[in-house]
């Protein structure tokens, strides 16, 4: 027991340690804020180059570090990553454990219930579309990155062949949202299917540089495309969605006369905030029947180890399409929708910036989690605008932010990478069926 102590103690960081470390953090960060914040350059009206000295800003951003780290080092002894000494007392465990259990039922019925408690406040309920919108994004980009471990770096291609498969097929032959809808998550898939035939053999880095160039293609060919896409224009005058083939505008065939109320604005805002939510929670519910299926095993098998997948007789190029293809069709149904909330469309909505925010996403919130990625789309979608009024420190802050996520959670706000199906307890094997005996 003494020695058990003495090892625990030995693990856990000491006090000439944690300041060390952090006289390096502070260190680091002088060197790196110095020319960041420390000095300011702008042309002058004559075109010469203008400077002056912040090191006021800079002395605050350094003395942050250092506490930030002293802070950091006590955190992880108390809450830290596998590998260091937790000290949670154990009624506090219990009662976090209770948390994560009624944390998603409490965030369903929160959202269902935003339209209702904020149903005068606008802002609020266009940021709840978009979070709502990334969070369907996440969750189908995590059916490739989380589920099947293929690292993809363009998934904004799917998003934007959705938006305009739907903003084309609506607007050149007049078809509702709700026949283009499924149109899009189809050509979307197929496109993932094509993208998927030319990376069989690559993964890991290699395969992270060819979707990124798959990604920048159709970007580029939509906007060189101009005859079919209308270029750098866009698309513009794009349908908006009907209640079973009711619309919502002001007119005497709308939505609000037919019921024989007044016509807002909001009815549109509301409907469309319940119409992502429908769709959001229809990618979670079949992305989470689709683990229990064989072929959810079969992409879990395919995330840990590549070769055993094989060597267990999985067809590795069938389980890959179909996580491209899956995770695509649910892009091409964002992509639909963002078409029909916007109105128009353009190449700048679809860039690489897009990609890389989902797949921080996917990481921030726990690669394979549900439950993660919906609480990393709402703190970095709801992060941008809580700190929009910082200016050029809002980058600054959020990125410090992730770091400290990653220190305290490197799997992720909620790491989930256990299999669907598993033994729960250890059986014995009949000594026929192994040459070494018991088994």
């Not at 993809?152 to 809808?181: E, K, P, Q, R």
């Not at 695509?328 to 963002?338: Q, V």
């Not at 990625?373 to 410090?400: C, K, N, P, S, T």
Request: net charge positive; proline share 4%.
């Amino acid at each position: 027991m003494a020695g058990l102590a003495s090892d625990q103690a030995s693990r856990v960081p000491g006090i000439a340690f944690i300041l060390k470390k952090a006289c390096i953090s502070a260190l680091v960060a002088l060197v790196l804020f110095s020319l960041m914040i420390g000095i300011r350059t702008e042309a002058g009206p004559t075109g010469q180059l203008i400077w002056w000295t912040r090191f006021g800003d800079l002395a605050v951003m350094v003395a942050a570090v250092f506490g930030g780290s002293i802070v950091v080092e006590l955190l992880r002894q108390w809450w830290g990553p596998v590998g260091t000494v937790r000290m949670v007392p154990p009624g506090l465990q219990s009662s976090l454990a209770v948390a994560r259990r009624l944390i998603a039922p409490a965030l369903l019925i929160f959202t269902f219930l935003v339209p209702v408690i904020f149903y005068d406040q606008r802002y609020i309920l266009d940021l709840g579309i978009l979070v709502l919108t990334y969070v369907m994004l996440g969750w189908g980009l995590n059916v490739v990155v989380g589920l099947a471990g293929l690292l993809d770096l363009g998934y904004v291609a799917f998003y934007a062949v959705g938006a305009y498969s739907y903003a084309l097929l609506a607007t050149n032959f007049g078809l509702s949202f709700w026949v283009c809808l499924p149109l899009a998550g189809i050509l979307a898939a197929f496109w993932g299917v094509l993208l998927g035939f030319p990376v069989l053999r690559l993964r890991g880095d290699y395969l992270a540089i060819v979707t990124l160039a798959f990604g920048e293609i159709i970007r580029l060919v939509i906007i060189n495309w101009q005859s079919l896409t209308g270029g750098p224009n866009g698309v513009t005058g794009i349908p908006r969605p009907t209640l079973f083939g009711i619309p919502l505008s002001p007119g005497d065939d709308g939505l609000a006369a037919k019921l024989g109320i007044e016509f807002s604005p909001t009815h549109r805002i509301v409907f469309l905030f319940y119409l992502i939510l429908a769709l959001a929670l229809l990618t979670n519910w079949v992305t989470i029947r689709l683990r229990r299926l064989p072929i959810g095993r079969a992409w879990e098998a395919l995330r840990e180890d590549e070769v055993a997948c094989r060597a267990l007789g999985i067809n590795t190029t069938t389980t890959k399409l179909t996580a491209f293809a899956t995770g695509a069709m649910f892009g091409g149904f964002a992509g639909a929708f963002f078409a029909t909330r916007q109105g128009f469309i353009s190449p700048e909505s679809f860039t690489f910036q897009e990609s890389a925010l989902v797949l921080a996403i996917v990481v921030l919130g726990g690669m394979g989690s549900q439950l993660g990625v919906a609480l990393a789309a709402l703190a970095m979608i709801g992060g941008f605008e809580l700190f929009r009024g910082l200016d050029q420190y809002r980058m600054l802050v959020f990125g410090v932010a992730m770091v400290l996520l990653m220190i305290w959670r490197p799997r992720g706000l909620i790491g989930h990478r256990a299999p669907t199906v598993f033994l729960r307890h250890s059986q014995a094997i009949s000594s026929d069926l192994v040459k070494e005996g018991h088994g």
